[in-house]
């Protein structure tokens, strides 16, 4: 028993079950805090990535839009010289 307290010493580690006690319901709160920021996170990027997809689709429309836009352009001005 003695060689477990004096390496506890050695590491700095509490011997005393009243402060593993508190140290255990501090890391859990820890814990729970750390796991709500993780998934509110989570839920941003979720969040963010729908927006990305949202933006990209909405930017492929728009570039075929410019494409027709362009090709009547070109039929009109076609037209225009003949």
Not at 61 to 72: A, I, T, V
């Amino acid at each position: 028993m003695k060689e477990v307290e004096k390496a506890s010493q050695k590491r700095n580690i509490p011997n005393d079950t009243g402060n593993v006690a508190q140290d255990g319901s501090r890391l859990k709160h820890l814990l729970k805090e750390q796991s709500t920021e993780l998934d509110s996170q989570k839920r941003e990027l979720s969040i963010y990535k729908d927006q990305i997809m949202s933006m990209q689709k909405e930017n492929d429309e728009l570039r075929r839009q410019l494409e027709d836009f362009e090709k009547l352009s070109q039929h009109q001005i076609g037209r225009a010289h003949v």
